[in-house]
């Protein structure tokens, strides 16, 4: 018999997935794109909030509705198709790049600033400290609604929360005129700045973690996973929501303060700074710390139960293994890392999409294997496009393409597969007539 999970555990767990998506690209894109964005602060923001809150959120309930992981989602393809799905997102997800930026983020925004001439040999150290610590949470396997959701998170919170008053009460210029793409495109750059923070793609390896400390709590049944999980998934997409208003009030109203800044962890530094003085960067670091050691945890911890129930390896040395690669990447650097991964994750955005499209509609669809071959098909094709145009490719020629200068190549296209799918009529069932 399954058990009640209770109002603070549910908060909890909505508040560990929160912590869980809250890392390193959800700190330093939305500064930028808010100094970007200007005085069309309000559209900007809201393109961005459609691919970073709304997105993942439409991911999470697709996930509450599958009731699995990524595997699940692609159920109605070929298994080899979904598994290939699944494991490109999930290696893209931790070990190539997303959790070692967190440990980059968390190293140049929160511990660069408070030594003095910090070097290779520093970063070579601090990632050994950040991925150890984050080990010894991932290793309490059924404990992650404990010690993330009811212990770290709740102060996480605090310091976001003691940054956001300070920030609206005291902000440091005027909101400036739009700039670049903000400027002609507000809500279509913001839309294509939200992939940057990968939480679409998160949305679809944190449900089984959902799913694993669900039934840790003894919540086995399905119908009551997913009202857990859709409670918990309106948690966290209310906090990313304010935590994004938040820093793009930031970024609109640092005009100036760090005016030769080249990401916006450099503009949150600086902000900090002028609001609380020295002082300020050790809050800083927390909030850093803890947004990217959160996520750090929830990514290993989900990618090793991907490949234990897949690939029936040992839980406990995937983790150690792949906090060991982290390490390894993260000592790449930040500027490196984040040239590498944005055409990646421009092409793999649709295909996601897709997945979570599909699932959301699966029962519109009549024939849904050739559905989900169709519409998954047709988004890896236009984004792949999207993808090598990101890369610096001159695609000029594919222009005709609607959307594909702005990098949206694959939406039309996709939405077409959508209906042509919606629209598709049964397979007549062959009756044999006997003599």
């Known amino acids: ?8 555990n549910t908060i909890s767990l909505g508040m560990m997935v929160f912590a869980f998506f809250l890392g390193a690209g959800n700190l330093i894109f939305p500064p930028m794109a808010g100094m970007l964005a200007g005085d069309n602060l309000l559209v900007s923001m809201l393109g961005f909030l459609v691919t ?3 997105l993942p959120l439409l991911g999470l309930l697709a996930i509450a509705k599958a009731g699995g992981g ?29 959790i070692p930026r967190t440990c980059l983020v968390a190293y140049e925004l929160g511990l660069v600033p408070l030594v003095e001439n910090a070097n290779q040999l520093t970063l070579i150290g601090y990632s050994l400290f950040y991925f150890s610590a984050a080990l010894f949470f991932i290793l309490r396997r059924g404990g992650l609604i404990d010690s993330v959701g009811k212990v770290i998170t709740p102060l996480l919170v605090m310091c976001i929360a003691a940054i956001g008053f300070a920030v609206f009460k005291q902000p440091f210029a005027e909101i400036a005129p739009a700039q670049q793409n903000f400027a002609s495109m507000p809500f279509g750059q913001g839309f294509i700045d939200g992939y940057n923070t990968m939480d679409a793609l998160a ?6 973690l959902m799913i694993d400390a669900l039934n840790s709590k003894g919540v086995t049944g399905k119908a009551e996973q997913f009202g857990y999980l859709v409670k918990a998934s309106l948690i966290a997409a209310t906090g990313l929501t304010l935590f994004y208003v938040v820093l793009f009030y930031l970024g609109a109203t640092a005009t100036g303060v760090a005016p030769e800044a080249n990401n916006g962890g450099e503009i949150i530094v600086a902000y900090v700074g002028f609001l609380f003085g020295p002082k300020g960067q050790l809050l800083l670091s927390t909030v850093v710390g803890l947004a990217c050691f959160t996520t750090a945890i929830g990514g290993i911890s989900s990618f090793s139960t991907y490949v234990n129930n897949n690939f029936k390896l040992s839980y406990k040395v995937t983790a150690i293994v792949t906090a060991a690669c982290c390490a390894l990447v993260a000592n790449i650097g930040l500027t490196q890392l ?9 092409g793999i955005y649709p295909v996601a999409v897709a997945l979570i499209a599909f699932n959301l509609m699966v029962s519109l669809f009549k024939r849904p294997e050739m559905s ?5 098909g047709v988004a890896a094709a236009f984004g792949l496009l999207d993808a090598i145009k990101a890369a610096g490719v001159d695609m000029d020629a594919f222009n005709i393409l609607p959307g594909f200068s702005q990098g949206f190549a694959w939406l039309l296209p996709t939405l077409a597969a959508v209906i042509v799918s919606v629209l ?8 044999v007539e006997t003599a």
Do not use: D, H
């Not at 018999?1 to 603070?8: D, E, I, N, P, Q």
């Not at 949305?203 to 089984?208: D, I, K, Q, S, T």
């Not at 598709?424 to 009756?431: D, I, N, W």
């Open 203 to 208: 949305a679809l390896m944190f449900g089984v």
């Open 70 to 98: 990524i595997v699940e989602l692609g159920r109605y393809l070929p298994s080899k198709a979904a598994n290939a799905i699944a494991l490109a997102i999930y290696l893209v997800l931790v070990p190539m790049f997303g």
């Open 424 to 431: 598709a009529r049964p397979v007549k069932e062959q009756v």
């Open 372 to 376: 989900a071959r169709l519409i998954v």
């Open 52 to 54: 970073a809150v709304g």
């Open 1 to 8: 018999m399954t058990k009640a999970l209770g109002s603070w």
């Open 338 to 346: 984040l040239v590498v991964s944005i055409p990646i994750l421009i």
